[in-house]
Antibody
């Protein structure tokens, strides 16, 4: 079965970094791009960036350009999203989401990882 | 960034009736080179991630019931749910992927 399995919830202090993982199973990861999207309570979904699962190239939203890093492991089954300089406004659910090459809609989503930023 | 708006914010529909959600993009999302509108629709139930219903404004994802219909072109789009079922209670989002970053509407909550 096709799945994106994300790591568990995190609690971080302001100013810290968080690294969330997303493991793809049931399909060939290099057949699709991988994106990260977040959703704060009562807010609209917000795209953070994507990674080319073939060559590891990335592109980020200008909103998060200075703080987000998306990487892949060498086995190319797990994607990571690291967000630095956390503030309370980063308290939200982070999703990895699969998308077809060249077109940025998302046909498979992970279940989400809650990140809480609190002192 | 391209702005997506949706109306109404919420609506209540009787079982078996039709629900229509409107979505408007701040820019044209029709690409004349391939005759496609770069709009997707998602359904999100409480505690779950969004689920893709429709891409290219009107193409249902495999397994999506045919009571879900996407329409529109240019800047104005709609998602119609014919013969609403209890399991259709959810928040529905439109999204444009014509420009970067891809952006979402604020969501429309559909209730019975």
């Amino acid at each position: 079965q096709v799945h994106l399995v994300q790591s568990g919830a995190e609690v971080k202090k302001p100013g810290a970094s968080v690294k969330v993982s997303c493991e793809a199973s049931g399909y060939t990861i290099t057949n699709y791009a991988m994106h990260w999207v977040r959703q704060a309570p009562g807010q609209r979904l917000e795209w953070l960036g994507w990674i080319n699962t073939v060559n590891g190239n990335t592109r980020y939203s200008q909103t998060f350009q200075d703080r987000v890093t998306i990487t892949m492991d060498t086995s190319a089954t797990t994607i990571y999203m690291e967000l630095s300089g956390l503030t309370s406004e980063d308290t939200t659910v982070y999703y990895c989401a699969r998308g077809p090459w060249g077109h940025w809609f998302f046909d498979l989503w992970g279940r989400g990882t809650l990140v809480i930023v609190s002192s | 960034d391209m702005m997506m708006t949706q109306s109404p914010d919420s609506l209540a529909v009787s079982l078996g009736e039709r629900a229509t959600i409107n979505c408007k993009s701040s820019q044209n999302v029709f690409h004349s080179a391939n005759n496609k509108n770069y709009v997707a629709w998602y359904q999100q139930k409480p505690g779950q991630p969004p689920k893709l219903l429709i891409s290219w404004a009107s193409t249902r994802d495999p397994g999506v019931p045919d009571r879900f219909r996407g329409s529109g072109s240019g800047t104005d789009f709609a998602l119609t749910i014919n013969s609403l079922q209890a399991e259709d209670v959810a928040v529905y989002y439109c999204q444009q992927y014509f420009t970067t970053p891809p952006t979402f509407g604020p969501g429309t909550k559909v209730d019975i």
